[in-house]
């Protein structure tokens, strides 16, 4: 009787062990695939989710950059000089060390221009500078501040740095006397190259510095005699 209430015991505790294992192996089975299912999941959101900031991010670049561009296409429309615009101009002379400030009409070749091209014309200026601004020693045009509202420049002077005011040449058949600024005609003698010397017609031919009016007429009545 004994040994088989022990069977039937041992025969219990067998079947609850496999019983128990079964239970844990499903358990285990069923955990991994809960962590897998978690893990495509949050893999699949991860995915979505860079889409959606790359997508945003895209966006938002886009639409920087098509405020930058209009910005900058506003500014270069806006900042450009016009027949409104107040023209300053610092006239400043080395040799006192004095500065004298005048208002002038905006130069027609200004008109339009933005701050560089503004810049520009300050640059190139001495190229087409007239003759009293040669005589009275302009060296450089510098601009000083920029606006729609205002333009200002300064005209720095030296005389000390005109090494001439004058300048003799021919023409093939009259001398001829220029300015410094070797342009503006200051005079047409009449004297006839013809009635000069071989020399003089060959310094004429090169061209004469001349320092001042003194000199200039020293060479004229030279030239007529």
Known sequence: MKGKVFRYI??????????????FYCYQSAMNQFEKMQEDYESRVGEQVQVYVDNRMADRVEQLEKSVRESVQTENVSKTLSDSTVYQVQSHNALTDETVTEYQTLPEELVGC????????????KK??????????????SLISFSPERLTICKNYDQSKVKFRYYLISDGTEVIAYYGDMKTVYEHTGIAVSSLSRKEKQQL?????????????????????
Do not use: H, P, W
């Not at 061209?207 to 005699?225: A, C, P, Q, T």
């Open 10 to 23: 041992t025969v219990c505790c067998v079947f609850l062990a496999l019983f128990a294992l079964a239970n």
């Open 114 to 125: 933005d701050r560089e091209q503004a810049q520009e014309y300050c640059s190139k200026y």
């Open 128 to 141: 087409n500078m007239s003759a009293k601004e040669f005589l009275d020693g302009l060296q450089s045009v």
């Open 205 to 225: 031919k090169k061209g004469i510095e001349v320092k001042d009016e003194e000199e200039l007429y020293g060479i004229l009545e030279n030239y007529s005699s």
